[in-house]
């Protein structure tokens, strides 16, 4: 029997009922004193490269498929939560929240909860309820949501929360990107490791034959070396070491990269999308318009290589 919650958002449904629940363990979150310089700044060009801003594209529109002013409010909510963004402000908000957590963990998880104005009453709404991905195991046609005895006890529910996998969103990466990403990282993790700051330090008070230009040298080769799993330039970290023919390469294949991940993370929201609308009473999916696609990117390739093209126009499709 799903758990009925009281709601008490205005202009919205006044129970919600969810099955999963939202718990975090002590020390379970990242540790802000050991992040990996590096290891930020590629989820961040990944996640804030997925969409940009509406006033920064003038092109860029999200829209749903057919489209009805109601239901994109609804999904609008049901994305980030927030009543005063439009559909493409909620999509950008959940795709970069989400994306960080798929980078870092590999998935993330969301339970599709149904929203009704009484006990008895049919589900007018939906949102997404987030949960941890690390705490569920698949059984057949469920999920299971595990829950520590202590935490049962305390919010009187089961140390097992049986879900049925139609109702929960398991956003995460292509497989052959997600093996690209998990390789990267590691690299990442060993670059930027804040070991080495402690060797400096030791070089320099036993006067040891320490030479800082070298050092950082090999960090930009290994960067490089690490960037080309999925052609990320780690903002210009090494720059210096490439060609411009080269570099503009390199970030058309990110382009490429970032792409693929949105095409793919939006296909998965859809699906949901498509269960939820079953439920409540719709069927629309997200559209995105206005961003440079495949063709552009392979368009831009060529005119690259064929010279009909100035460098410092190449990228300019893509930014923003």
Known sequence: ??????????????VVRRKSIRYFLPNSGPDLLAVNLFDRMFNEDVALGLMPYARSSPDFRVRLDPAAAAHESAVSLALDGGAE??????????????????????????EIAYLADSDTAAPS???????VAGQLTEHGDSFVQ????????????????TIPKTDVLMLSLPPD?????????????????????????????RQLPYDFAAHERVKQLALAEAGRLVEWTARGSFNGEVLSYYWIQLQLEFETFK????????????????????QVGFSAMIHIEGLPTLADI???????????????????????
């Open 146 to 161: 595990h829950v520590p005895t202590d935490i049962a006890v305390e919010r009187r529910v089961a140390t097992a929360i």
């Open 85 to 110: 963004r439009d559909l493409a402000g909620g999509l950008r908000s959940f795709l970069h929240k989400a994306a960080g957590e798929i980078l870092d963990d590999g998935r993330c998880a969301y």
């Open 1 to 14: 029997m799903p758990r009925q919650i009281t709601n008490l958002r205005r202009q919205r449904p006044s």
């Open 259 to 278: 792409l693929r991940v949105r095409e793919h993370l939006v296909s998965q929201l859809n699906e949901a999308l498509r269960h939820a609308g079953q």
């Open 177 to 205: 990107l997600a093996a690209k990403v998990k390789q990267l990282k590691s690299a990442l993790y060993r670059i930027g490791a804040p070991e080495y700051l402690g060797f400096v330090t030791h070089a320099y008070t």
């Open 298 to 320: 392979s368009l831009a390739r060529e005119q690259l290589k064929a010279g009909n093209i100035a460098f410092t126009e190449v990228m300019k499709p893509f930014q923003y």
């Open 125 to 131: 709404q939906f949102q997404l309820a987030y949960i």
